[in-house]
């Protein structure tokens, strides 16, 4: 019988190789890419049944790129595997999508657990966390969130050192639309430099 194939993505490859040993007992490897962009790509074109990735990954962290591939096919099934313990990245994952989201300190068990139950079509989420994402009442206010795609993309290379010019380039724009999208953004968190940018996306999970 064929086994279900797996892509991982995770920018630090002796997780990803543990993965491999973990996973290749009862899953078939599509692959291995270190980055959002790549993991697109190799999801577009190995056509994987079920991802997991991680979220904090170089040039486009796994939440936007689920969030891309959602566009292209809405049934892509992706399980976050974190090091993010803040329900609010959990949440957000759900929202875009994501057939799960296990914390890397859990049990190897849970992470098979999420990849089995995305090829049933269900979601898991890691017993640490779900009372708390799916608590009701007044949540405190997710801030990435509520920024568009476009900006957390340009956040995220603002963050990796990226100049205005460098990331117009990559994304087919004009270096004044960049700016604009950087100083828009600067105003709607109250952040008044760079240096503050570059914190909240690290502090935010953006960037590894």
Same mark, same amino acid.
């Given at each position: 019988m064929t086994k279900p194939r797996v892509l991982l993505a995770d920018d630090h490859?002796? *997780?990803?190789?543990?993965?491999?040993?973990l996973l290749e007992e009862e899953f078939e490897l599509a692959g291995i890419v270190e980055d959002g962009r790549a993991m697109v790509k190799a999801?577009?074109?190995?056509? =994987?049944?079920?991802? *997991?990735?991680?979220?904090?990954?170089p040039?486009? @962290?796994?939440?936007?790129?689920?969030?891309?591939?959602?566009?292209? @096919? =809405?049934?892509?099934? *992706? *399980? $976050?595997?974190?090091?993010?313990?803040?329900?609010?990245?959990?949440?957000?994952?759900?929202?875009? %999508?994501?057939?799960?989201f296990v914390l890397k300190h859990s049990a190897p068990a849970e992470l098979v657990l999420a990849v089995r139950a995305a090829l049933q079509g269900r979601t898991f989420i890691a017993p640490d966390l779900a009372a708390e994402v799916f608590r009701t009442g007044k949540k405190e206010a997710d801030p990435v969130a509520a920024m568009t795609p476009r900006q957390r993309e340009i956040?995220?290379?603002?963050?990796? %050192?990226k100049s205005a010019k460098e990331i117009a380039a990559a994304l087919g724009l004009s270096a004044r639309t960049v700016e604009d999208h950087?100083?828009?953004l600067m105003e709607?968190?109250?952040?008044? @430099?760079?240096?503050?940018? +570059?914190? $909240?996306? +690290?502090?935010h999970g953006i960037v590894p």
């Open positions: 490859r002796i *997780v990803a190789e543990g993965l491999k040993g999801a577009r074109e190995l056509h =994987p049944d079920v991802i *997991v990735a991680d979220i904090s990954m040039h486009l @962290n796994g939440i936007d790129a689920l969030a891309q591939l959602k566009r292209d @096919n =809405p049934k892509v099934r *992706v *399980v $976050f595997l974190t090091m993010h313990r803040d329900a609010a990245y959990a949440r957000r994952a759900l929202e875009a %999508g994501a057939a799960g956040l995220q290379l603002l963050a990796e %050192g950087k100083y828009r709607s968190l109250g952040i008044e @430099n760079s240096a503050e940018l +570059i914190h $909240f996306a +690290i502090k």
